[in-house]
């Protein structure tokens, strides 16, 4: 029983493995609320990939860097989910944000840590992907405080 189950789990393991991204990197750009900018996304192997945002907001700059686990999605070739976690770093004009009267003044820097959860499909034609997350950020310096992140992305792959 032992080893039909080790058996098994090598089967299961190799098809995951060979269902990943067909692609190594893309760039390109991802609209989002409360946020937008760039992304760069590189996988360091056949499933796993990092990914660093640089985004403008209250008219301040915030850059994310994550860790990504990818697998095949529904058994649809190109389409693949993702999930994972990393953190944030942001500098903001006070009056801008939110979070402060609109009469504060000054500069403040945010850190925090956060998850992702998202949707991407690559395009077979054209060397183009699409996709849609979910970011949920937990600001621990600077700001403190739990909010949302959405997007959607589109990226050219080399």
């Known amino acids: 029983m032992k080893k039909l189950a080790g058996v098994i789990f090598v089967i299961l393991f190799s098809s995951i493995s060979l269902s990943a991204q067909e692609y190594t990197t893309s760039l390109g750009v991802r609209g989002g609320w409360p946020f937008s900018g760039v992304s760069l996304k590189h996988f360091i192997n056949r499933s796993d990939a ?83 997350d979910l970011i949920p950020v937990l600001s621990i310096f600077g700001h403190t405080g739990f909010w949302m992140n959405t997007g959607i992305s589109l990226r050219y792959t080399f």
């Open 50 to 132: 990092v990914e660093g945002v640089a985004a403008f907001h209250y008219r301040g700059l915030m850059v994310a860097g994550m860790y990504q686990r990818h697998a095949n999605a529904f058994d649809a070739p190109g389409l693949y989910w993702y999930y994972g976690g990393g953190g944030q770093i942001g500098f903001y004009d006070r009056r801008y944000t939110p979070w402060f009267h609109k009469n504060d003044s000054g500069s403040i820097a945010t850190l925090g840590v956060l998850g992702v959860l998202g949707l991407e499909y690559k395009i077979e034609e054209i060397p183009v992907t699409v996709g849609v």
